[in-house]
């Protein structure tokens, strides 16, 4: 059974960086998409940004692009998401989910793994 254990949220000022990790275990990660998802209070679930099996795909979403970069080190069976220019919008608990064979697209249906999540907050 493959499992997804996140890190790396926190509290951090606005203009601020984070980067959350994305453990696997149980299986090997080069057979899996990874995909980064968050949920702010109130709100519906929404993909963030997602990466396919082989590493050359990575899809962002309107808000992140160019604050965002996620990548992966199979070697270690993670994957990182990078956050930079933090925002107050971007707080929210981040999920990252894995999908056997993926091809990188966020939709949260696709993915069979999740791990519970990691908070990150953008405050003052």
């Known amino acids: 059974q493959l499992q997804v254990v996140e890190s790396g949220g926190g509290l951090v000022q606005p203009g601020g960086s984070l980067r959350l990790s994305c453990a696997v275990s149980?299986?090997?990660?080069?057979?899996?998409?990874i995909g980064w998802f968050r949920q702010a209070p109130g709100k519906e679930r929404e993909g963030v940004s997602c990466?396919?099996?082989?590493?050359?795909?990575?899809t962002y979403a309107d808000s992140v692009k160019g604050r965002f970069t996620i990548s992966r080190d199979d070697a270690k069976n993670t994957v990182y998401l990078q956050m930079n220019s933090l925002k107050p919008e971007d707080t929210a608990v981040y999920y990252c989910?894995?999908?056997?064979?993926?091809?990188?697209?966020?939709?949260?249906?696709?993915?069979?793994?999740w791990g519970k999540g990691t908070q990150v907050t953008v405050s003052s």
């Open positions: 149980g299986s090997t990660l080069r057979y899996y998409a």
């Open positions: 989910a894995a999908e056997a064979y993926g091809l990188g697209r966020c939709r949260a249906a696709s993915y069979d793994y």
């Open positions: 990466i396919d099996d082989s590493g050359d795909v990575t």
